[in-house]
DNA sequence: AGGGCATGGGCAT
DNA sequence: TGCCCCTGCCCTG
């Protein structure tokens, strides 16, 4: 579940597990082999995440870049680590623990210099308390796409991915479609605090949770849903079922190569 | 066994 | 706007 809160929960695991430690650094895959090796034995000092970038910062100027893309994963565990299971791009071991990385989009090894220019790329990051939202409204004044596009744009929002842009439209009753420019400051507003307030409890709970207390199964006399995201949402794969609360079919469709999921009746122009 | 699909993004065109 | 890459899972046959 690779959007933003998955990344800041993995930099505070692996702060917990090796901040201020020797680590051991492997890739029994061997695609980050030569990285590994000139970062193996080195000192973890600490980590950072922004927006789907996460950075474990080593001693002497490097960092690995990690960006998990739509597959990656990353497993902790108590040492000893056993024989790697699946491929396993960089294992980290030390006080007696161990983190297998399988599966990224990126795992390269950065100065600090280019981690900078990496997160310049970037718009303001919800989950951060030094984001600047601001920022992302100025994005908005000069942009030429829909709502629905921009929200998926790094560079206007940091860490928003397919489902938190679906759910916090849906959330604002915001037409996917609105040209982003044509968004009201307080409609705005209200958007940036909600990724803010879900984005946050994202990292807290591990799962995307966006339902409120009144539309809850249990409200709602339904059973709870257990979906392959983890928690429970409005929109976000519901595709032909009922909205829980206008009861109109959700819809499905494909926005510039991304599937966008809406009510249309709740999410009127 | 094999194809399609997924919470993403860089690159060529 | 497509095409491609990372990997695993679920569906079909």
Same mark, same amino acid.
């Given at each position: 579940m690779p959007e933003g809160h998955v990344i800041h929960r993995l930099a505070g695991q692996y702060d917990v597990a090796f901040a201020g430690a020797v680590v051991s650094v492997t890739s029994p895959q061997g695609r980050f082999a030569d990285s590994a090796a000139l970062l193996n034995g080195r000192h973890l000092v600490d980590t950072d995440a922004y927006g789907k970038h996460l950075f474990l910062n080593f001693d002497d100027d490097r960092a690995v870049h990690v960006h998990l893309g739509l597959y990656g994963k990353v497993t902790f565990d108590r040492s000893p680590a056993p024989e790697p299971v699946g491929l396993v791009r960089m294992r980290l071991e030390g006080s007696g623990r161990y983190a297998d990385l399988r599966g990224p989009a990126a795992c390269d090894v950065m100065s600090h210099e280019q981690v900078a220019a990496v997160v310049d790329r970037l718009g303001p990051d919800p989950?951060? /308390?030094? *984001?600047?939202?601001?920022?992302?409204?100025?994005?908005?004044?000069?942009?030429?796409?829909?709502?629905?596009? @921009?929200?998926?744009? $790094?560079?206007?929002?940091?860490?928003?991915?397919?489902?938190?842009?679906?759910?916090?439209?849906?959330?604002?009753?915001?037409?996917?479609?609105?040209?982003?420019?044509? @968004?009201?400051?307080?409609?705005?507003?209200?958007?940036?605090?909600?990724?803010? /307030?879900?984005?946050?409890?994202?990292?807290?709970?591990?799962?995307?949770? /966006?339902?409120? =207390?009144?539309?809850? =199964?249990?409200?709602?006399?339904? *059973? =709870?849903?257990?979906?392959?995201?983890?928690?429970? @949402?409005?929109?976000?794969?519901?595709?032909?079922?009922?909205?829980?609360?206008?009861?109109?079919?959700?819809?499905?469709?494909?926005? $510039?190569?991304?599937?966008?999921?809406?009510? =249309?009746?709740?999410q009127r122009r």
């Open positions: 989950i951060r /308390t030094d *984001a600047d939202s601001e920022l992302a409204w100025e994005r908005l004044q000069t942009s030429r796409s829909s709502i629905g596009s @921009v929200l998926m744009d $790094q560079r206007t929002f940091a860490g928003v991915g397919n489902i938190y842009r679906a759910e916090v439209l849906f959330r604002a009753r915001v037409n996917p479609h609105r040209e982003a420019r044509a @968004v009201r400051r307080r409609t705005f507003d209200a958007m940036w605090d909600d990724l803010v /307030t879900l984005m946050r409890v994202g990292v807290r709970d591990g799962r995307i949770d /966006t339902v409120l =207390p009144e539309h809850e =199964p249990e409200a709602m006399g339904r *059973a =709870p849903r257990d979906d392959r995201h983890g928690g429970e @949402v409005y929109v976000y794969r519901r595709e032909g079922q009922r909205c829980f609360v206008c009861g109109s079919k959700v819809r499905l469709e494909d926005m $510039q190569g991304r599937t966008l999921y809406w009510c =249309p009746r709740c």
